[in-house]
């Protein structure tokens, strides 16, 4: 089953602009991750943020968690050519099993133009 | 430098036929997965494993098979009772069975019926 939804399904912009998506889920988690694809490729991770924690920055990223909406959002600001990909977040709902299983949701196709 | 490694790249199926994809990992971890991508699709889990001749059953193990008999190595075969297997595989590493971990991918195998 797929806990996580991304929220817009494709997003166009111009470089330079940023970008913001987001993620609902719907049962309590550990943590919630976020990962690109580029087209054809693997999933490379961005960001980890725990159940205790509100938001995080890695560089151009910002990472939002609101546990009691059960929503988090990635923004990527001053947006390049090179961030076009499809964007997942990933929920870590593992109760007790001593085992992260991760569930990931359908993604948000990023675009960024010239 | 540390990785995942995926084989082929490419892969075609007979009916009738099992067929093997190669997973390796060079980057000490314990936990490794495999996942299946469908167009437009997130992930869904089919095998998992924690430690070595340790393997668990993910959400659509039907018709796919595992072994983990090296830490490195975590191959899947794709048998011929899985009848729609034309998708994207991917395979993950973590560092153990631990909460609040990243997963690294490998680039993935896309596998067609011929």
């Known amino acids: 089953s797929q806990q996580g939804e991304e929220d817009p399904q494709a997003l166009s912009i111009q470089e330079g602009e940023n970008a913001t998506m987001n993620c609902s889920y719907k049962?309590?988690?550990?943590?919630l991750q976020w990962y690109r694809q580029n087209s054809g490729r693997g999933l490379v991770h961005l960001i980890l943020i725990r159940s205790n924690e509100r938001e995080k920055h890695s560089g151009r990223l910002r990472v939002t968690l609101d546990t009691s909406k059960k929503s988090s959002s990635l923004l990527i600001t001053a947006s390049r050519a090179a961030d076009t990909a499809s964007y997942f977040c990933?929920?870590?709902?593992?109760?007790?099993?001593?085992?992260?299983?991760?569930?990931f949701g359908t993604g948000t196709r990023l675009l960024v133009s010239p | 430098d540390g990785g995942i490694t995926q084989s082929p790249k490419y892969l075609f199926r007979k009916e009738g036929q099992n067929v093997t994809l190669s997973c390796e990992q060079n980057l000490n971890h314990d936990a490794m997965y495999w996942y299946r991508q469908d167009p437009g699709q997130g992930l869904r889990l089919i095998y998992y494993?924690?430690?070595?001749?340790?393997?668990q059953k993910g959400d659509i193990a039907e018709g796919y098979s595992v072994s983990r008999e090296k830490k490195e190595s975590f191959p899947l075969t794709v048998t011929s009772a899985q009848k729609n297997p034309t998708a994207f595989y991917l395979c993950a590493s973590s560092i153990g069975p631990l909460y609040n971990q990243p997963q690294h991918f490998g680039d993935g195998t896309r596998l067609s019926i011929l």
């Open positions: 494993s924690q430690i070595v001749n340790d393997f």
């Open positions: 990933a929920t870590d709902a593992s109760k007790n099993t001593g085992f992260q299983k991760l569930v």
């Open positions: 049962t309590s988690i550990n943590n």
